[in-house]
T-cell receptor, first 114, second 114 residues
C-alpha cells in the first residue's frame, strides 16, 4: 500500500515570495491534516479536512496561508507571502478512521525562507 | 485545550539497555487516545505504540511498552533491549475522540550509545 506522498521535499525561497506544497494521502483516507513543525518543536496542526470540507483551521494564519482539498483526495498548502518564521517542515498526514486518531504521515516538505 | 508535556529534551541509553521516556498530559475529555511517535532524521513520523484511555491494560509492541497512569495523566514509554536504530526524536501525542485533534509534545531526543 502506498504511503502519504508529499512534494517537494525541499524548498528555499526569499521572504515575501510564495510557495505551494502538495500532498496525496493514502487511498481511501477521508481525513487529511497539515502540520507545521518548527525545528526543535513538536508538530502543530494547521488545518484538518474531512473529505473536501474543512473541519478545523483555527491555527492556520489565514492572512498568508491557504489550503484546499479538491475532490476529497489531493491537497495543496500555499503560503503567500512567506515570512522568515515560516521556515519549518510541513507534514501532511491522513487517517482512515477519524475517531481513533491513528495518523499516517508523509516525509514532509522542508521550507527555508531567506 | 489539551496540553502534552515531555520534560526530558534529551536522553541517552547504552545499546541493549532499557530506557524510559516520560510524558504527562492535561485534558478534561473522558474518551481519548495516547500515542508515541518516532521521528528519525529522515523526518517521517512513525507510530510506535498507541493506548486507548478506556483500557486499563498497558499496551505492548515487541520491545516497546507503556506505563499508562490515567489518574495521574501520565504516559511513559519503555524501550527494552535498545538498538542503534532506536535513535530518534520521540513524540508523545494526545488525541481527543471528541475534539478530533492530535496534539504533540515537544519531543525527546534519544541517543543510543554503542
Amino acid at each position: 500500500e502506498a504511503g502519504v506522498a508529499q512534494s517537494p521535499r525541499y524548498k528555499i525561497i526569499e521572504k515575501r515570495q510564495s510557495v505551494a506544497f502538495w500532498c496525496n494521502p493514502i487511498s481511501g483516507h477521508a481525513t487529511l491534516y497539515w502540520y507545521q513543525q518548527i525545528l526543535g518543536q513538536g508538530p502543530k496542526l494547521l488545518i484538518q479536512f474531512q473529505n473536501n470540507g474543512v473541519v478545523d483551521d483555527s491555527q492556520l494564519p489565514k492572512d498568508r496561508f491557504s489550503a484546499e482539498r479538491l475532490k476529497g483526495v489531493d491537497s495543496t498548502l500555499k503560503i503567500q507571502p512567506a515570512k522568515l518564521e515560516d521556515s519549518a517542515v510541513y507534514l501532511c498526514a491522513s487517517s482512515l478512521v477519524r475517531a481513533t486518531g491513528e495518523l499516517f504521515f508523509g516525509e514532509g516538505s522542508r521550507l527555508t525562507v531567506l | 485545550a489539551q496540553t502534552v508535556t515531555q520534560s526530558q529534551p534529551e536522553m541517552s541509553v547504552q545499546e541493549a539497555e532499557t530506557v524510559t521516556l516520560s510524558c504527562t498530559y492535561d485534558t478534561s475529555e473522558s474518551d481519548y487516545y495516547l500515542f508515541w511517535y518516532k521521528q528519525p532524521p529522515s523526518r517521517q513520523m512513525i507510530l510506535v505504540i498507541r493506548q486507548e484511555a478506556y483500557k486499563q491494560q498497558n499496551a505492548t509492541e515487541n520491545r516497546f511498552s507503556v506505563n499508562f497512569q490515567k489518574a495521574a495523566k501520565s504516559f511513559s514509554l519503555k524501550i527494552s533491549d535498545s538498538q542503534l536504530g532506536d535513535a530518534a526524536m520521540y513524540f508523545c501525542a494526545y488525541y481527543g475522540a471528541g475534539s478530533y485533534q492530535l496534539t504533540f509534545g515537544k519531543g525527546t531526543k534519544l541517543s543510543v550509545i554503542p
